[in-house]
């Protein structure tokens, strides 16, 4: 393993080959997902991560019912958790309704809590197994050739010595697994960061117990130390379940465009946390552990907005390619089916995988990521309005029918959802939002024509 064992000229000796078919970049549970299938298959893969597992992300931890069913599918195993099946949803009137959890065509009722040190690192771990090069280092550029094969060039990472030389790497298909802040889109030009939808996420482990799990929509108003509670929203909290008697608790926020307000999640959290002991969300809390846990955060890029997902050789996976669910900030099923989807397509598709790949992601992920994008945005530039019709729909009759339905459009199961109850009103939910969202676009386009390069060749590129 790269970066253990004594001092040395890390990577430049401890990498005896210097050429693979794939390069997988980073290896949470799309990189590792990605890496293992290419590799059960047969190909030379090479997974880089600047960090040594196992190690922290920050998240909700909340491993769904629609991942664990993927996973199942690829004959990935995953490790033991909470079971987390119906949730609550908390209105920022207080309305709080259930979203009841059921078995659909293509997922089960129960999900799992298992915290992502323990889940990124199995995954890792499968995916050494199945034949994966392990290299821990940090990607410091990505060139495409003119030949469409990729050079990528790793430094030392965190657990390097000082002044370890770089080295070079080819390879014929990469894939960024890198996270929100992609090395692998922006070197090749997949990503204007400018046209992203961002946020924000923060959470703390905290003794304690919670009944139901909880998701919060907030506006932050009733906040402790929210520092600006008028700009919160669209935001959201949430209370789960952790092994070892924790609760994982955290706050996220839409920031949209730029990548400034990421204050405004860390300064909410304390006070989230109280407006739950508060209200009775969270059993006995010890408030100087509670306190002085650590706090961990991290970006989210939400609704495939400003990405292309692919271009020849290079795929984007997970958060990389913005797969990040607008309305609720989950994103480890569309890490592991869009994986499953990359690794096909190189496979099957080797002249050009990206326009097989590019065309997965228009069917399965793109009416949901832009329909839930289109609420998200309005609920930034709209806020006091999203509120006013928040208050009206958790005040309709026929609640419980209307949450079954909200619960499964907003966690994106709709379409699977088979006979469960709600399952129709819920894709009625989609198909509307998906034709106000069609609207809004034509309407914009028409006003500011799109720029965003989505063909053009790499600025980087370079012949070889």
């Known amino acids: 393993m790269v970066g253990s064992g004594p001092p040395q000229d890390a990577l430049a000796s401890a990498i005896p080959k210097r050429s693979f078919d794939v390069i997988v970049v980073g290896s949470g549970p799309s990189g590792s997902v990605a890496a293992l299938l290419l590799a059960r298959s047969g190909l030379e893969v090479a997974l880089i991560d600047k960090a040594r597992f196992p190690r922290d992300k920050a998240c909700g931890d909340v491993i769904g019912p629609r991942a664990l069913r993927a996973l199942e599918r690829l004959k990935i195993t995953t490790p033991s958790g909470e079971p987390v099946a119906s949730m609550q949803l908390s209105f920022p009137n207080a309305t709080v309704v259930e979203l009841p959890s059921g078995t659909g065509l ?4 129960v999900g799992r809590s298992i915290p992502r040190r323990i889940f990124d690192h199995h995954l890792h771990e499968q995916a050494l197994a199945t034949g994966a090069f392990e290299i821990t280092a940090r990607v410091s550029s990505v060139v495409a050739q003119s030949d469409g094969s990729f050079v990528v060039e790793a430094e030392g990472g965190p657990t390097s ?14 894939i960024g697994a890198d996270g929100a802040n992609s090395k692998v889109a922006s070197d090749l030009v997949l990503t204007s960061p400018s046209e992203a939808l961002w946020g924000f996420a923060v959470r703390r482990y905290i003794p304690a117990t919670v009944g139901l799990p909880l998701i919060s929509l907030l506006d932050g108003a009733d906040l402790v130390n929210a520092g600006d509670p008028k700009r919160i929203f ?5 209370a789960f379940p952790s092994p070892g008697g924790m609760v994982n608790v955290g706050v996220g926020v839409g920031v949209g465009g730029g990548r400034k307000g990421s204050s405004l999640a860390t300064n909410s959290l304390t006070g989230y946390i109280d407006k739950l002991c508060h209200e009775g969300n969270l059993g006995p809390v010890d408030g100087e552990h509670a306190s002085s846990s650590k706090q961990l955060g991290g970006w989210l890029k939400m609704g495939m907005a400003g990405t292309t997902g692919g271009r020849g050789g290079a795929l984007l996976v997970g958060d990389a390619a913005g797969l990040v669910n607008p309305l609720q900030g989950e994103g480890i099923a569309q890490a592991i089916e869009s994986a499953s989807a990359a690794a096909e397509a190189i496979l099957h598709a080797r002249s050009d995988p990206s326009v097989r790949y590019r065309d997965y992601l228009l069917q399965r992920h793109a009416p949901y990521q832009h329909g839930s994008a289109f609420l998200h945005r309005y609920a930034l530039t709209h806020e006091r309005r999203a509120l006013i019709i928040l208050g ?8 419980h029918a209307i949450a079954q339905a909200w619960g499964l459009y907003w966690n994106d199961l709709s379409d699977a959802a088979g006979p469960i109850p709600g399952a129709l009103l819920a894709r009625a ?17 028409a006003r500011s024509p799109l720029t965003f390069p989505t063909s053009h060749p790499p600025r980087n590129h370079r012949k070889e």
Do not use: A, K, N
């Open 234 to 238: 669209p935001g959201y909290g949430w």
């Open 392 to 399: 009206v729909l958790s005040g309709l009759p026929f609640q």
């Open 161 to 174: 010595p000082p002044g370890s030389s770089s080295i070079h790497l080819h390879c014929r298909y990469i």
């Open 106 to 109: 293509e997922f089960d009722g």
């Open 429 to 445: 939910m989609g198909r509307s939002i998906g034709l106000l969202h069609s609207i809004s676009s034509s309407y914009s386009r």
